[in-house]
């Protein structure tokens, strides 16, 4: 029997982008696929009063299971109220790669569904799309699409090499399809080694520093679909410190860099509505886990180093969402 998001406690994405785009920020979309990275989120998100989208990759769904996960986001609407705050949240599908998965994700309950078709042809992508908007839209559901590939590897979606989005399909695109949001490449990566050293240039401290991310794209893209909210996947940052930290207590993590912050906040103060990061999340926790286990040989509770990763996940995200998203106080149609 199929479950409506709206029982759930969940919203779509309408109102969030609507908001988002006429305020110049972009609401964040964190991965989760355990109960640690859940609290976290919701912890970050109503003591910074920010909206959210709950992002779950087909990866997460075969590891956690969809039931559980399902429960789980409603789990969060309820949480969110007893910390004090109904902010208003996403249940989506990310980078989801038929339109059968995306069918059983909103038969499950989720609010806001993925259908990745990138890596078809056009007509191909575009006829995917418009099946999966077709059968979305009947239950109030909203689709975003993507058009360019982003290299890199995260979960089951892969890429050796990125091909940005070319504004000229953008429009046809979008009037074909009906899709809600469309997810470019304009230069991010999924995974921690978003470049090559090759690709990168060094500073006086000799850290790698990434391209500039192709906002000339995005301009382009922004005039051809005015008003229209744009998605940048493969956005986190890679902290340094986070990759410091798991380094120095047994890690190898090579020339593992990301997008400069500063990029994402003129990013999402232009049509992007909806920034994904997931990367930077597992860093956060895995540094914390690794530092226990480091300095605490002796200690196997899992609450003993699991809470430390959800404490650091959720300075991580409120650290986001107030100085890189924008996100921060932006719930004004919250209850």
Do not use: W
Not at 126 to 142: L, S
Not at 196 to 203: A, G, H, I, K
Not at 216 to 238: N, Q, R
């Amino acid at each position: 029997m199929a479950v409506s998001y709206k029982d759930l406690g969940l919203v779509n994405t309408k109102e969030m982008f609507a908001d988002a785009y006429k305020n110049k920020y972009a609401v964040p979309a964190y991965n989760f696929n355990n109960m640690e990275q859940m609290q976290a989120i919701i912890q970050a998100c109503v003591e910074t009063k920010s909206p959210v989208i709950l992002q779950v990759s087909s990866g997460a769904r075969k590891y956690a299971n969809q039931t559980l996960l399902r429960y789980m986001a409603q789990g969060a609407v309820e949480y969110a109220k007893e910390l004090g705050l109904n902010i208003p949240i996403v249940l989506h599908l990310d980078h989801g790669d038929s339109f059968e998965l995306c069918k059983s994700c909103i038969d499950m309950g989720f609010s806001s569904v993925m259908i990745d078709g990138s890596h078809f042809s056009y007509e191909d992508n575009v006829a995917v799309t418009k099946k999966v908007v077709e059968y979305a839209h009947q239950f109030d559901v909203t689709v975003e699409a993507e058009l360019g590939v982003l290299a890199g590897v995260e979960d089951d979606v892969a890429a050796e090499v990125s091909h940005y989005t070319k504004p000229e399909e953008v429009q046809d695109f979008v009037s074909r399809t009906g899709c809600d949001s469309l997810a470019i490449s304009i230069g991010t990566s999924h995974g921690a080694n978003k470049f090559t050293p090759e690709q990168c240039t060094r500073n006086a401290d000799g850290i790698l520093v990434p391209p500039p991310l192709a906002f000339d794209i995005l301009e382009e893209i922004t005039k051809k679909l005015p008003g229209f909210p744009i998605v940048l996947h493969g956005a986190s940052s890679v902290p340094q410190d986070k990759v410091a930290i798991i380094n120095k207590y047994g890690g190898a993590l090579k020339d593992a860099v990301g997008i400069p912050e500063d990029q994402l906040r003129k990013a999402a103060a232009s049509a992007v509505c909806k920034i994904n990061i997931d990367s930077d999340g597992r860093l956060a926790m895995t540094a914390a886990i690794r530092e226990v286990f480091a300095t605490k040989p002796a200690e196997f509770d899992p609450r003993k180093y699991l809470g430390p990763a959800r404490d650091s996940l959720k300075e991580l995200y409120m650290a986001k969402n107030k100085n890189v998203l924008g996100s921060a106080n932006r719930i004004p149609f919250a209850k």
